[in-house]
């Protein structure tokens, strides 16, 4: 691939006697929509933790737009481009939706040194919030507090939290987990209307959207890349079957 | 004897000094080990730990004077300080559990201006003694030269064989084992299905007697007074957050070490400090300094090692 | 915050009324014990509402901003005795010496979090009060007597206690003012985000520990503020303004009050302060009513004297 914008080479990390991450290497491109799939354990959140700088790797590289961010911390990644959404939502629960998103937008407005003017009434920051709560379906709930927001909202507003920083790679750790057919459905028209516009890293356990949407499939099992490439050749692939497509839910998945 | 005339004058009362800290030491780590065990097992920060060790001094005050012995007086006290422990436990503390430090902090200070006030009430204003029995009063030869008050002595031996009789349980017996998960992994412990209500008042109830304990040890040689917990609770938090909260062992360790670093620390800084700087200087910063020294310790190990030496959990 | 006339506003403006007409009360009926008494009131608060937003807002439980008070008073002590009697001297320098303080504690602090923090803010409390205790020169434990007033010229003379109480009233009013435009700036949502979700702040994009400093500057600055006015009321300062159980009073006073608005530590200043002064005419052992009932208000009344007015104004 030429230029990838995520490149991430050898990535290992252990946890006393679990090796969760075992020479990890993969690269996304530019405007490609990546996914990763794996059994339960397999290592993808401490992949994405890694990514995201939360982790510190005990051996590999990751570069991000030719730049060596293996040793970045978390904030200075989001400046270069990099969001995240967490499998298990995190947001801010004692403000409203809208000030969730805005407090994204203002991390990306310049410096936060200001003192004195209400930051509740800046357009600079409030439009663009609900212009990001519009895209993922929000706009009507944008005054509630997060706390009488459901479930499915709540994996919305984590999306919209992290499209709001205007990101070049998005990382999305189960963002349909715990969402019922027509809440996923939405996330998946939302996830194909931004393909090829960013770089998206998708884990997901729901193989229909993962089969839907994805350019390019990396399949993780116990912390080791098992197979990459594309769909059709994922499906194919008895390494893959064996190991993780074997379940007659998935298999049904993939012959629709 | 040629011995005691070869070890200089600075030498024996550097090795009385670190006697000195050693048993200070020991009185921490009582007093550390109760506090960091109810804050790794309950993640409880209690504050009112203090009162405990001056209950125990107070009790133990009282009841050698009603008996006239000393040992009956201080059985009586562990006893009525357990006890207390545990009414403590059942009314108040137990209401605590599962929120965060702050109303820890509140609801325990609360309780500090409380039983201080208590004890005020009962026993007046004025601090009260504890006279030891003649034997302890004696001085031994631990090395040539060097002589050392048994009571001392005592407070060191019986710290010792508290610490040893901690580890077996904690180590070897069934109780210990579920102490030990508590430290490290609380929701797994409730989670086997153990009457964890019962092994909190049991663990707070082991604390309040070895703060006890503490405080009647101590009784004799420093203090007995209103306010002594608030001083040496600061001290006994120091250890803990340098040992590991949930570590009786980094306890221990922290304890002597804290107890050495600030007994040589006030024993020989001031004469270090006019060595260096000039007699004005040294006297002004001298006890200043030594005061200081182990919050000088616990800011460097926050600073290099957040979680303290032995951290016990791997949450 | 609505500014409709619910309960909770014109409970404030009942307040503003209250605390704006003492020293008319006190000029009618020629007592002028309120006025002493209510100076000290405005003075505390002022120090609780600087902790609040470090603590209410920030979730940075700080357990030792009375060493703000202190120092702040130290200063001014200090260079009164060293013969700069002016004021426009004294309180700039003491207000950059608080300032300097809280950048030192607090980028050593808030490396760490949760009750680690509380205990180490604790623990730069006492270092502050040893090392007053230990100048000799400027009283010791035995503190230092101000024999003159900071000196503003002859247009402002603090001496004249009608005076000082509407310029600490003044001062207060404006650092409420101050500290509700700070909540509510860029930087103050910063804040409050890093309370509710650090990590979800870091992982937006804020690099939260300069912005938690500067809150801990600004609040240290301005108990030291508080600190100046206090000095100049009592005409003395001693390290017992410092010691640790002092800045539990000021924790105490936010989380009484009320820990989610500006006003809220005013609130909680005034109730406790005039509870004590109340409950100590009747009986001197008042503090054993003052413990429990902050336990309670920790387990049952959460939101405090403010979070209950808000709650009867929603029906």
Known sequence: ?256 | MRWSKLIAKPMLYFIEQCLNGVQLGMLLFLLAAGLTLVFGIMDLVNLAHGSLYMIGAYFAATFAAWTGSFIAGAALALVATLVVGIALEVIAIRRLYGRDHLDHVLGTFGLILFFNELVRLIWGPAGLTLPLPPEMLTAVEVLPGVFYPVYRLVIIATSLAVAIALYLVVMRTRVGMLIRAGASNREMVGALGVNIQLLYTLVFGLGAALAGFAGLMQAPILTVQIGMGENILILALVVVIIGGIGSIRGALVAAVFVGLVDTIGRAFLPDLLRLLLSENAAATLGPALSSMMIYLLMAAVLVFRPEGLFPASGR | MTHALTPRNAAVLGLFAILGLVPVYCALTGNYFPLTLFTRIVILALAAVSLNLVMGFGGMVSFGHAAFLGLGGYVVGILAKEGIGSGFIQWPLALLFCGLFAAGVGALSLRTRGVYFIMITLAFAQMAYYIASGLERYGGDDGLTLYHRSAFGAALDLSNKTLFYYLCLTLLLGSVYLVRRLVNSRFGLVIQGARSNERRMRTVGFATFRYKLVCFIVSGMLCGLAGVLLANHTDFISPAIMHWTRSGDLIVMAVLGGMGSAMGPVMGAVALLLLEEGLSRITEYWPIVLGPLLLLVVLFWRGGIDGMLARLGRG
């Open chain 1, 1 to 256: 691939m030429a230029d990838p914008l995520l490149q991430v080479e050898g990535l290992t990390r252990r946890f006393g006697g679990v090796l969760a991450s075992d020479a990890i290497t993969l690269a996304i491109g530019a405007d490609e929509l990546h996914a990763i799939i794996g059994p339960n354990g397999a290592g993808k959140t401490t992949l994405i933790g890694q990514l995201a700088g939360e982790i510190a790797p005990d051996a590999g590289r990751i570069r991000f737009a030719g730049r060596d961010i293996t040793a970045a911390p978390v904030h200075a990644r989001s400046a270069l481009g990099l969001a995240r959404s967490f499998q298990v939502t995190s947001l801010f629960a004692d403000f409203t939706a809208l000030d969730n998103v805005a407090l994204a937008v203002q991390a990306h407005a310049g410096h936060s040194f200001r003192f004195w003017r209400d930051a509740r009434r800046d357009p600079a920051l409030r439009d663009p919030a609900r212009a990001a709560l519009a895209a993922v379906g929000l706009a009507g709930r944008a005054d509630q507090m997060v706390s009488r927001l459901s479930h499915g909202e709540h994996r919305q507003l984590e999306l919209a939290v992290a499209l709001a920083t205007g990101p070049r790679l998005l990382l999305l750790d189960e963002p349909m987990a715990g969402l019922g057919p027509e809440e996923s459905a939405r996330v998946v028209a939302l996830l194909r209307g931004l393909k090829g516009k960013l770089a998206i890293l998708l884990i997901e356990h729901d193989m229909e959207a993962v089969f839907a949407l994805a350019d390019r499939i990396t399949v993780l099992v116990y912390g080791r890349v098992i197979a990459s490439g594309a769909p059709a050749a994922i499906r194919a692939d008895t390494e893959v079957r064996k190991a993780y497509l074997g379940s007659p839910a998935a298999a049904e998945a993939i012959h629709g």
